[in-house]
C-alpha cells in the first residue's frame, strides 16, 4: 500500500525554522517527484516547492524562494521542507505529494493537478 506519512509542523515566531518530514512506504520515493504543497481554509492548494526524480532538481515558489530547501533522504525514504525565516503569511496546513516524474512540467508548475498519492497534512503556525 502506498503511503506517504508528515511530521513536523507546529506553532512557530516569525523569523523562526522548522522542518517538514515526508516519509514512504510501500514505494521507494526516490523513483517519484515529490512536491510541498500549502493550503488555507476556503483557499485553493498552492505549490511550495519540489524535487525531480530524474535528475535531482529542485524547484521553489517565487513566495519561498530562498527561504526553503527540499531534499531528499535515500535512506531514509523521506524527503524534508526545511522552512527558514518563517512569516505569517506561511501559516496554512501543509501536504506533501508524490507522482512518478513524468517530465519538468511536473515541478516546474508545482500543481496539485499532477500528483496523485498525498500524506495526511500537517498544520504550520507562524505568530507571534
Known amino acids: 500500500q502506498v503511503q506517504l506519512v508528515q511530521s513536523g509542523g507546529g506553532l512557530v515566531q516569525p523569523g523562526g525554522s522548522l522542518r517538514l518530514s515526508c516519509a514512504a512506504s510501500?514505494?521507494?520515493?526516490?523513483?517519484?517527484?515529490i512536491g510541498w504543497f500549502r493550503q488555507l481554509p476556503g483557499k485553493e492548494r498552492e505549490g511550495v516547492s519540489c524535487i525531480r526524480s530524474t535528475n535531482g532538481r529542485t524547484y521553489a515558489a517565487d513566495s519561498v524562494k530562498g527561504r526553503f530547501t527540499i531534499s531528499r533522504d535515500n535512506a531514509k525514504n523521506t524527503v524534508y521542507l526545511q522552512m527558514n525565516n518563517l512569516k505569517p503569511e506561511d501559516t496554512a496546513v501543509y501536504y506533501c505529494?508524490?507522482?512518478?516524474?513524468?517530465?519538468?512540467?511536473?515541478?516546474?508548475?508545482?500543481?496539485?493537478?499532477?500528483?496523485?498519492?498525498w500524506g495526511q497534512g500537517t498544520q504550520v503556525t507562524v505568530s507571534s
Open positions: 510501500g514505494f521507494t520515493l526516490d523513483d517519484y517527484a
Open positions: 505529494a508524490a507522482d512518478n516524474d513524468w517530465g519538468e512540467p511536473i515541478c516546474s508548475l508545482i500543481t496539485p493537478l499532477g500528483f496523485n498519492s
